[in-house]
């Protein structure tokens, strides 16, 4: 993965931070209670920064910079890949990257999007946003439009896929994971998510 400019660097860097505030200020006071202008307080920017990031605030906890990491690691995957195996390797490659850190903040926004109504919904939302950005990138590769009903339904559980996938991490599941995971990195989550792909792969086999 190639990598980003320092301008796209430097734009990570203030959502990190800004989401690492808010993710603070929600232990401390609790979703509710925690405003957007203290968390851009907190961040050191304004609230009209924190809008141009984050619409809402609930969009500081479902929010990442996630997408188009994928999204450009499969776009560099060989064209001839078939698209679930470039998806599969694309993953592999933006986990491996993962710090502790990565990691430990995934954690947290997964658990406040469990426990907050609000945010649950917002990530219905999202999910629906990513399953679009699926469609065309492997209608892409596919040589399909990304309204085909084959390309739909691919996507559609892909995401399923990856939603179960974070669950059972969540839950502390996933048993038979290889040794080979990081479980300080990326590989606990990663050999989860690899392994529920490769499940879809087959048939989804019992």
Same mark, same amino acid.
């Given at each position: 993965?190639?990598?980003?400019?320092?301008?796209?660097? /430097? /734009?990570? &860097?203030?959502?990190?931070?800004?989401?690492?505030?808010?993710?603070?200020?929600?232990?401390?006071?609790?979703?509710?209670?925690?405003?957007?202008?203290?968390?851009? &307080?907190?961040?050191?920017?304004?609230?009209?920064?924190?809008?141009?990031?984050?619409?809402? /605030?609930?969009?500081?906890?479902?929010?990442?910079?996630?997408?188009?990491?994928?999204?450009?690691?499969?776009?560099?995957?060989?064209?001839?890949?078939?698209?679930?195996?470039?998806?599969?390797?694309?993953?592999?490659?933006?986990?491996?990257?993962?710090?502790?850190?990565?990691?430990?903040?995934?954690?947290?926004?997964?658990?406040? #999007?469990?426990?907050?109504?609000?945010?649950?919904?917002?990530? #219905?939302?999202?999910?629906?946003?990513?399953?679009?950005?699926?469609?065309?990138?492997?209608?892409?590769?596919?040589?399909?439009?990304?309204?085909?009903? &084959?390309?739909?339904?691919?996507?559609?559980?892909?995401?399923?896929?990856?939603?179960?996938?974070?669950?059972?991490?969540?839950?502390?599941?996933?048993?038979?994971?290889?040794?080979?995971?990081?479980?300080?990195?990326?590989?606990?989550?990663?050999?989860?998510?690899?392994?529920?792909?490769?499940?879809?792969?087959?048939?989804?086999?019992?």
């Amino acid at each position: 993965m190639s990598r980003p400019g320092l301008r796209e660097r /430097k /734009k990570t &860097e203030t959502l990190r931070r800004m989401q690492a505030e808010a993710l603070r200020l929600f232990d401390e006071q609790g979703y509710e209670a925690t405003t957007i202008e203290a968390i851009a &307080e907190a961040a050191g920017v304004s609230p009209s920064t924190f809008y141009r990031y984050f619409p809402t /605030k609930e969009d500081v906890v479902v929010q990442d910079e996630y997408d188009p990491m994928i999204i450009g690691a499969f776009q560099n995957q060989p064209e001839d890949t078939p698209p679930l195996a470039a998806i599969r390797a694309a993953l592999a490659e933006l986990f491996s990257g993962f710090t502790p850190e990565d990691m430990e903040r995934l954690r947290r926004r997964v658990e406040l #999007i469990f426990s907050v109504p609000a945010l649950r919904a917002r990530q #219905i939302q999202q999910m629906v946003a990513t399953e679009r950005l699926i469609c065309e990138i492997v209608a892409e590769r596919a040589g399909r439009s990304p309204s085909d009903l &084959e390309v739909r339904n691919f996507s559609a559980n892909l995401i399923a896929t990856w939603g179960t996938s974070v669950l059972i991490w969540i839950e502390g599941g996933g048993e038979g994971n290889s040794e080979g995971g990081d479980e300080d990195g990326g590989g606990e989550l990663m050999d989860i998510i690899d392994r529920s792909l490769a499940h879809l792969e087959a048939g989804v086999p019992l």
